[in-house]
C-alpha cells in the first residue's frame, strides 16, 4: 500500500468521524437518545478524559483541568509517533495489512485529537442546549475539548435473577461503554494488528543453501 492509498483511508476516516461529531453536536442534547433498533442508539455523551472516560485527577493530586491538558499534550505526542511509524512502514513498503492497520489507529487518535484540542473553543455547552459551531461563548478552551461520543450497542439490558450473589436484582447492561467512529478506527486497526499479527510482521524468511 502507499501513500496515496494511505491517505484516502486516513482522510476517509476523518470527514466521517468529524460530521459524525459535529451533527451530534449541534442537533443533540447532553444525554439525549435516539434509537435505531433495540440493541443500538444514538447516546450523546462527551469524554473529557482517557478511555473509559478515566481523568488523571482520579489518580494524581492535580485539578481536572490540569490533568485534561496534560493528557491531551500526550496525545499529541502519542500521534507524532503513530504518524511517524506509518510514514516510515510506507518508505519501506511493509505489509499491506501493517499500514492499513496503522493508518486506521493513526486516523483515530487524530479524529479523537481534534475533540481535545478544538472543541473547547469552537462549541458551546450542551447541558440544557443544543450546542452552536463557532458559539460566541465556548465551553472552554484551547486543549480543553471534551471528545463526543455517540454509538451506544446496549445488546442485553435485563436484570440479574435474585439469586445470583452480590449483584442479584441489579440492572445487567452489556456492551456498555458508548464510543465513535474513530473510537472504531482505533479498534478495528489494533483487531487487525491482533488477528493477522503474521500477515503485519511476517518473520523474514531465511535462504536455505544446500551443500
Given at each position: 500500500?502507499?501513500?496515496?492509498?494511505?491517505?484516502?483511508?486516513?482522510?476517509?476516516?476523518?470527514?466521517?468521524?468529524?460530521?459524525?461529531?459535529?451533527?451530534i453536536k449541534t442537533n443533540f442534547l447532553y444525554e439525549q437518545s435516539h434509537e435505531i433498533f433495540s440493541w443500538f442508539k444514538i447516546y450523546f455523551i462527551e469524554n473529557s478524559g482517557a478511555a473509559?472516560?478515566?481523568?488523571?485527577?482520579?489518580?494524581?493530586?492535580?485539578?481536572?483541568?490540569t490533568g485534561k491538558l496534560i493528557l491531551t499534550i500526550f496525545r499529541l505526542?502519542?500521534?507524532?509517533?503513530?504518524?511517524?511509524?506509518?510514514?516510515?512502514i510506507i518508505r519501506k513498503q511493509s505489509?499491506?495489512?501493517?499500514?492499513?492497520?496503522?493508518s486506521l489507529i493513526f486516523a483515530g487518535a487524530v479524529g479523537n485529537i481534534i475533540d481535545s484540542v478544538f472543541y473547547g473553543v469552537i462549541f458551546n455547552d450542551s447541558h440544557g442546549q443544543v450546542a452552536t459551531l463557532f458559539a460566541d461563548d465556548p465551553y472552554g478552551k484551547i486543549f480543553h475539548g471534551k471528545v463526543v461520543d455517540m454509538?451506544?450497542?446496549?445488546?442485553?439490558?435485563?436484570?440479574?435473577?435474585?439469586?445470583?450473589?452480590?449483584?442479584?436484582?441489579?440492572r445487567f447492561r452489556f456492551f456498555e461503554p458508548v464510543f465513535n467512529i474513530a473510537d472504531?478506527?482505533?479498534?478495528?486497526?489494533?483487531?487487525v494488528l491482533i488477528v493477522f499479527n503474521k500477515r503485519a510482521f511476517p518473520k523474514k524468511q531465511k535462504d536455505e543453501t544446500s551443500d
Open positions: 500500500m502507499n501513500l496515496k492509498k494511505s491517505l484516502i483511508i486516513i482522510v476517509l476516516v476523518l470527514v466521517i468521524d468529524q460530521i459524525s461529531k459535529i451533527y473509559w472516560g478515566t481523568k488523571l485527577s482520579d489518580f494524581l493530586p492535580i485539578s481536572e483541568s505526542f502519542a500521534i507524532s509517533g503513530i504518524g511517524y511509524w506509518l510514514w516510515d505489509p499491506k495489512t501493517l499500514i492499513l492497520a496503522v454509538l451506544y450497542f446496549p445488546l442485553i439490558d435485563s436484570t440479574w435473577p435474585d439469586w445470583v450473589p452480590w449483584v442479584g436484582g441489579n472504531t478506527a482505533i479498534s478495528t486497526g489494533v483487531g
